[in-house]
């Protein structure tokens, strides 16, 4: 019998493109069941993360048109890994195997055959990564490229070049429903799992309608909350850079010493303000540091909830139903 399928797509502020998106996944669904590999439950489930535009109503009105459709209304906006999650952990209850994507089709939807091709091969994990990055602007390829070096640099294992286009069995779903973190880094974590996976390259498109929502100040969160919350080496680089520096200043003491003894030491006020101001900023960069891990530690130890969901619309038995 074919397995239950959900499509996963987080949506914030997208009216412009839903409709051409869902327009495709509706047809790449119905291919799906008319070739006996998805089963007439599977949906295509929309989670609107907080919008403010006409994002919702375009959810709504897909629902009310095709049972294939539902979607869910998170409270408001929680961030693209907040929103993902939500839609994971609702596609959980019902679905056998979820393919996560963005609303904006720049990743490749044909590429779910081969997925569920590995997925009925017996892998629960199957990533999508990006074989090449010539549709994104050159600022977004070279800042996405330094990230991922980064990140392996700082001791991260993430799949390179994969973003949250994924395929995870239910029972990857499961596992991943055990990681309580409240600061969320989906491509951080969905790696520990472990289980069998494997990548499938695709090539990226441009996006077909509205704009990146990931201006340069979310990216530079984003990288930063993933990397404080999965690596501990930037503390660690501190402590060796200020192990370094108590060695170099040790050299520079016997010299100054030396200077003093033979007479010939000049009084300069220079250097003495140019240590105050390198050891100031050393100083507040690593306070800097240290504060970000206690702000972790802190959002941790309230396991505040990462979403609500405000609604969840999906269509039983031929009409439209408000749940949660
Ligand atoms: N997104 C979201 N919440 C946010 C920002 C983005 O749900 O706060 C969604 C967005 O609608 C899209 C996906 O996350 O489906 C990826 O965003 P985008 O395509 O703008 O990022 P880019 O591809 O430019 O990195
Ligand atoms: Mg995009």
Not at 20 to 48: E, N, P, W
Not at 182 to 187: A, G, I, K, M
Not at 235 to 249: E, K, Q
Request: hydrophobic content about 45%; aromatic content about 12%.
């Amino acid at each position: 019998m074919a397995d239950i399928i959900y499509f996963v797509i987080p949506c914030y502020n997208e009216e412009e493109a839903l409709p051409i998106t869902a327009q495709i996944l509706y047809r790449k669904m119905r291919a799906l069941q008319s070739a006996g590999r998805a089963a007439s439950q599977s949906r295509v489930l929309f989670v609107d993360d907080g919008s403010k535009d006409r994002t919702w109503e375009k959810i709504e009105e897909l629902v009310k048109t095709d049972a294939l459709f539902a979607g869910v209304k998170l409270s408001h906006n929680r961030g693209h890994q907040n929103a993902l999650l939500a839609g994971l952990m609702t596609a959980r209850e019902s679905a056998d195997v979820v393919v996560s994507m963005d609303a904006d089709l720049q990743d490749d939807i044909d590429v779910v055959d081969r997925f569920l091709e590995e997925y009925e091969g017996g892998c629960d994990i199957v990533y999508g990564v990006r074989s090449s990055r010539e549709k994104d602007t050159f600022f977004k390829r070279t800042t996405a490229e330094g990230f991922y070096k980064f990140m392996r640099a700082m001791g991260v294992e993430m799949v390179f070049n994969h973003a949250d286009y994924r395929l995870m069995s239910k029972r990857a779903l499961d596992a991943l429903a055990d990681y309580r973190e409240v600061n969320l880094f989906l491509r951080g974590i969905v790696p520990l799992i472990g289980f069998k996976s494997t990548c499938v390259p695709y090539e990226r498109k441009e996006r077909v309608a509205g704009e990146s929502k990931y201006p340069l100040g979310k990216m530079l969160a984003f990288a930063f909350d993933g990397i404080t919350s999965f690596s501990v080496k930037p503390i660690r680089l501190l402590a060796w850079l200020g192990l370094g520096i108590l060695l170099a200043s040790i050299v520079a003491f016997l010299y100054v010493l030396a200077a003093h003894v033979s007479g010939w030491a000049v009084p300069g006020w220079s250097s003495v303000v140019c240590s105050i101001w390198f050891l100031g900023g050393l100083q507040l960069l690593a306070l800097g540091i240290v504060g970000e891990y206690i702000g972790k530690i802190y959002a941790e130890t309230k396991h505040r909830p990462r979403f609500h969901i405000e609604e969840y619309l999906r269509a039983q038995a031929g009409r439209v139903e408000i749940g949660q």
